[in-house]
Nanobody
Framework: QVQVVESGGGLVQPGGSLRLSCATSGSIFSSSAMYWYRQAPGKQRELVASISTGGMPNYTDSVKGRFTISRDNAKNTVLLQMNSLEPEDTAVYYC??????????????????WGQGTQVTVSS
């Protein structure tokens, strides 16, 4: 069973920084794109950032210039560095692993795995 474990959430003042970490099984990490989502109370879950197997990052507009996603293939970990945090960033942050490839029969496949989430609260 694939485990996805997030860490690094907490309480921070506006303008502060946090770094989230997401670790998963080493056997699938290299073939997996990694995603960070967040869900604020009363709102839908939204995609925050993603990084491809080749290290190409993408961000939602509201976090561009403030958040940085990176992957450490040696540690099977993806990081989300969050700077200049705002109260609007308050949410539960979830990591998603999308393992994809080609089966022995030539069929494309993709499997999603989610973590349990970590709370980020930005408040004075």
């Amino acid at each position: 069973q694939v485990q996805v474990v997030e860490s690094g959430g907490g309480l921070v003042q506006p303008g502060g920084s946090l770094r989230l970490s997401c670790a998963t099984s080493g056997s699938i990490f290299s073939s997996s794109a990694m995603y960070w989502y967040r869900q604020a109370p009363g709102k839908q879950r939204e995609l925050v950032a993603s990084i491809s197997t080749g290290g190409m990052p993408n961000y939602t507009d509201s976090v561009k210039g403030r958040f940085t996603i990176s992957r450490d293939n040696a540690k099977n970990t993806v990081l989300l560095q969050m700077n200049s945090l705002e109260p609007e960033d308050t949410a539960v942050y979830y990591c998603k692993v999308v393992q994809s490839g080609v089966s022995m029969y030539g069929n494309l496949y993709a499997y999603d795995y989610w973590g349990q989430g970590t709370q980020v609260t930005v408040s004075s």
